[in-house]
């Protein structure tokens, strides 16, 4: 189901949740319900809000509603099915680094490892020094909700590197597998346009009763490693039955 409601029996206010219960607070409108993931009391048009706008978001405002955007209660109370994100989507991470940083160069790498490929593209830094590092072409195969993908990137620096852009830019459920070499292929780049979000029309809402603050970077520092480890052990046993 997409779009606006179009009318008030399929509005926020009259949705319900499954398992969810619900209250009233006298003297203030619509619903409420307690939510575990910011454990705060919400009201489920503010919930529907912050899950619309977290399919959207990306950078520091994904990171206000990163437990919004996969959350089945909100999708409920927008009368849609839920989809599902990595915990590193949206986020201003370089897959090569696989650190935080402030500026993204094309959505692909941070400043100081697209610096890098132009050194090693011209064969000197900037000391006139031949560069001590090598990216090659890598290959990498996704599954997104069932579709599989052959992905080829020119310069990077593990395998690792496309898995991190792929879970950082496309959303539903991702398996990684082994690529076919004669198979035609795109970039991580093209990949990312494809699964771009649309912009959100709005500014981003105010957080809800409990607070949901901007955490900073040094407190929501993602393991990385760890979640490209959880879905490739996922993915091994049915991607390695399918080849």
């Known amino acids: 189901m997409s779009g606006e409601p179009n009318s008030a029996a399929t509005s926020p206010l009259h949705r319900t949740a499954p398992g ?27 919930c529907a809000d912050r899950w619309l706008r977290a399919q959207s978001a990306t950078g520091y405002d994904a990171d206000r509603v990163e437990r919004c955007a996969s959350c089945v209660i909100g999708a409920a109370h927008n009368g849609v099915a839920a989809v599902y994100r990595s915990r590193l989507f949206g986020k201003p991470i370089c897959p090569r680094t696989r650190r935080w940083t402030s500026r993204m160069i094309w959505n692909r790498l941070g400043v100081g490892s697209y610096n890098r490929n132009a050194e090693f593209l ?41 898995a991190v852009q792929v879970l950082r830019t496309v ?22 346009e ?50």
């Open 20 to 46: 969810v219960s619900y209250s009233k607070i006298d003297g203030v409108p619509g619903r409420f319900f307690r939510c575990e993931p910011y454990r705060c009391s919400i009201s489920v048009s503010s």
């Open 194 to 243: 494809r699964y771009r979000p649309k912009a959100s029309p709005r500014p981003l809402a105010g957080a809800a009763a409990g607070g949901d603050g901007h955490r900073g970077a040094g407190r929501d520092r993602v393991v990385v490693g760890h979640v490209v480890q959880r879905h490739q052990r996922r993915a091994q046993a049915p991607a390695m039955a399918a080849e």
């Open 122 to 162: 011209k064969g000197r830094n900037g000391k006139n020094t031949v560069p001590q590092f090598r990216f090659d072409p890598r290959r990498l195969a996704v599954v997104v909700d069932g579709q599989r993908i052959e992905l080829r990137d020119a310069l990077t620096a593990d395998t690792t590197e496309l």
């Open 171 to 192: 959303p539903g459920k991702i398996i990684f597998t082994r690529p076919r070499i004669d198979a035609a292929a795109i970039s991580t780049i093209e990949l990312a």
